[in-house]
């Protein structure tokens, strides 16, 4: 059988139910799989949904093709990423796979995997895309087990958060997986909930579970400002990514949210070191810097984060997608329904409400990161590395970081042109100390692309 080499991505694997993954390539990428996590030597694999309505067919044939390579199954069910994250530790787990394809449209569906409690990344999947085409598996069949993750997940969290008063909370799971866990944990942790398409339907009718596109989540904003709510929160399609409204129902920039994760931590813990990816803003660093912690800037993607932070025995990372990382009271892995906690952790010490918070942070001009399509037949990391040149020709004195698309530093501004590692756009965002610096960095960044046909709108 054709599969197409395109769905195994950098930090997944995913396509179109009935396209580019279908009930038998499911089954076939679970055998393959399963031999991958043998030759590492793993035999049992904790294996997730979410639940798009493609999900159980594709679980099902999946851990068929995982059974029929000899691994024994561990049937965790209905699911969130963080929760299979989980047992890594609550079950001592060294394989798992949840099914799921995150903030993406119901049509889609994937897999995103991990060994020895990391993430697989994309030379990983591209191992197990060659044993999809080798074809030999063995013959003798692994067992399944089904094991409930949720209840030891959620022990776990309500001995690490503790409110010091009741909140309320709107909570928007875009009828996705996360309305089976958050809404249930939140009331359990003393919080008055009100609930937005909290029910369960893989269809995702209302809006896609996308925490940062904030058009999505116009019913959520309502609710807080009519309730009278401390917080409004939304979550992805797996539950890593985390989306955060003040009780104005302004949308917290997850910038802004690390910062005040960092400066909790930071007053915690004495000199932490912090991980943030490629894109994030010279305020967050001066600000981390200036509560003690050392920063550390990393290539974008929650593999990366997680690698970097364990390297240099980071104990807080970040990323401004809303992936967040806490290793100072947990297990370093990015998990929206804690990181949603420990902002209410906070809001719940605080004798201000969290727009306050937010707005006694300092800030620079910028802009948001900004994607832009890069024209069919092009190569975006060709053009990124031309516009890179180009910059460095004409700016030597400034100073590059050049792990993760380009950014430059100008000592009163910067800028960020990334080519995506999933989606055929290039990245940008630029940031400086004056409004004028700030539309120079703009302009040079738009003409460098022009160049290669790229048309970039701030």
Same mark, same amino acid.
């Given at each position: 059988?054709?599969?197409?080499?395109? +769905?195994?991505?950098?930090?997944?694997?995913?396509?179109?139910?009935?396209?580019?993954?279908?009930?038998? +390539?499911?089954?076939?990428?679970?055998?393959?799989?399963?031999?991958?996590?043998?030759?590492?030597?793993?035999?049992?694999?904790?294996?997730?949904?979410?639940?798009?309505?493609?999900?159980?067919?594709?679980?099902?044939?999946?851990? =068929?093709?995982?059974?029929?390579?000899?691994?024994?199954?561990?049937? *965790?069910?209905?699911?969130?990423?963080?929760?299979?994250?989980?047992?890594?530790?609550?079950?001592?787990? /060294?394989?798992?796979?949840?099914?799921? *394809?995150?903030?993406?449209?119901?049509?889609?569906?994937?897999?995103?995997?991990?060994? /020895?409690?990391?993430?697989?990344?994309?030379?990983?999947?591209?191992?197990?895309?060659?044993?999809?085409?080798?074809?030999?598996?063995?013959?003798?069949?692994?067992?399944?087990?089904?094991?409930?993750?949720?209840?030891?997940?959620?022990?776990?969290?309500?001995? /690490?958060?503790?409110?010091?008063?009741?909140?309320? $909370?709107?909570?928007?799971?875009?009828?996705?997986?996360? *309305?089976?866990?958050?809404?249930?944990?939140?009331?359990?942790?003393?919080?008055?909930?009100?609930?937005?398409?909290?029910?369960?339907?893989?269809?995702?009718?209302?809006?896609?579970?996308?925490?940062?596109? $904030?058009?999505?989540? !116009?019913?959520?904003?309502?609710?807080?400002?009519? &309730?009278?709510?401390?917080?409004?929160?939304?979550?992805?399609?797996?539950?890593?990514?985390?989306?955060?409204?003040?009780?104005?129902?302004?949308?917290?920039?997850?910038?802004?949210?690390?910062?005040?994760?960092?400066?909790?931590?930071?007053?915690?813990?004495?000199?932490? &070191?912090?991980?943030?990816?490629?894109?994030?803003?010279?305020? $967050?660093?001066?600000?981390?810097?200036?509560?003690?912690?050392?920063?550390?800037?990393? &290539?974008?993607?929650?593999?990366?984060?997680?690698? &970097?932070? #364990?390297?240099?025995?980071?104990?807080?990372?970040?990323?401004?997608?809303?992936?967040?990382?806490?290793?100072? #009271?947990?297990?370093?892995?990015?998990?929206?329904?804690?990181?949603?906690?420990? !902002?209410?952790?906070?809001?719940?010490? =605080?004798?201000?409400?969290?727009?306050?918070?937010?707005?006694?942070?300092?800030?620079?001009?910028?802009?948001?990161?900004?994607?832009?399509?890069?024209?069919?037949?092009?190569?975006?990391?060709?053009?990124?590395?031309?516009?890179?040149?180009? +910059?460095?020709?004409?700016?030597?004195?400034?100073?590059?970081?050049?792990?993760?698309?380009?950014?430059?530093?100008?000592?009163?501004?910067?800028?960020?042109?990334?080519?995506? /590692?999933?989606?055929?756009?290039?990245? !940008? #965002?630029?940031?400086?100390?004056?409004?004028?610096k700030l539309e120079e960095i703009k302009d040079l960044i738009k003409n460098k692309l022009k160049k290669h046909e790229v048309n970039l709108s701030w």
């Amino acid at each position: 059988m054709n599969i197409s080499r395109d +769905i195994f991505r950098t930090y997944d694997i995913r396509g179109i139910y009935g396209e580019d993954l279908t009930d038998e +390539i499911a089954k076939i990428i679970g055998k393959a799989s399963g031999q991958f996590f043998l030759q590492n030597n793993q035999k049992k694999v904790v294996v997730g949904m979410d639940n798009r309505i493609s999900g159980p067919a594709v679980f099902e044939s999946f851990c =068929s093709g995982l059974l029929e390579s000899g691994c024994d199954v561990l049937d *965790a069910g209905l699911s969130q990423s963080p929760i299979v994250y989980y047992s890594w530790y609550g079950f001592d787990a /060294n394989a798992s796979v949840m099914v799921t *394809a995150s903030h993406n449209p119901a049509k889609y569906n994937g897999f995103k995997m991990a060994l /020895n409690k990391k993430p697989l990344t994309g030379d990983d999947y591209q191992k197990i895309y060659e044993l999809c085409n080798l074809g030999r598996f063995p013959k003798e069949p692994g067992t399944r087990e089904k094991i409930d993750l949720w209840t030891k997940y959620k022990e776990e969290i309500k001995k /690490n958060i503790k409110l010091q008063k009741k909140l309320k $909370v709107v909570v928007d799971c875009a009828n996705g997986a996360s *309305a089976a866990f958050a809404p249930e944990l939140l009331t359990e942790l003393g919080c008055e909930v009100i609930p937005i398409y909290c029910e369960l339907d893989g269809r995702f009718p209302n809006h896609d579970p996308y925490p940062q596109k $904030v058009e999505y989540y !116009t019913e959520l904003i309502k609710a807080v400002k009519e &309730k009278g709510a401390d917080a409004g929160l939304s979550f992805d399609g797996d539950g890593d990514r985390l989306g955060v409204y003040d009780e104005k129902g302004n949308f917290v920039e997850n910038d802004r949210l690390a910062m005040i994760f960092s400066e909790d931590i930071c007053l915690k813990n004495p000199n932490p &070191k912090i991980v943030m990816n490629i894109s994030t803003s010279l305020s $967050v660093i001066e600000h981390i810097e200036n509560c003690g912690g050392t920063f550390i800037l990393w &290539k974008t993607g929650y593999p990366n984060i997680t690698e &970097k932070m #364990r390297e240099e025995n980071a104990i807080f990372g970040g990323e401004i997608s809303g992936h967040f990382f806490f290793r100072d #009271r947990y297990f370093g892995y990015d998990d929206a329904l804690y990181a949603a906690f420990r !902002t209410l952790e906070i809001i719940s010490n =605080s004798s201000e409400p969290l727009s306050l918070l937010i707005e006694k942070l300092p800030r620079y001009f910028e802009t948001r990161e900004i994607r832009v399509q890069v024209p069919e037949g092009k190569d975006k990391f060709a053009i990124s590395n031309a516009a890179a040149e180009e +910059i460095k020709n004409e700016f030597p004195e400034a100073k590059f970081y050049d792990f993760d698309g380009i950014r430059f530093d100008l000592g009163d501004g910067w800028g960020l042109i990334r080519p995506s /590692n999933t989606e055929p756009v290039i990245g !940008t #965002r630029a940031e400086a100390k004056s409004m004028e610096k700030l539309e120079e960095i703009k302009d040079l960044i738009k003409n460098k692309l022009k160049k290669h046909e790229v048309n970039l709108s701030w």
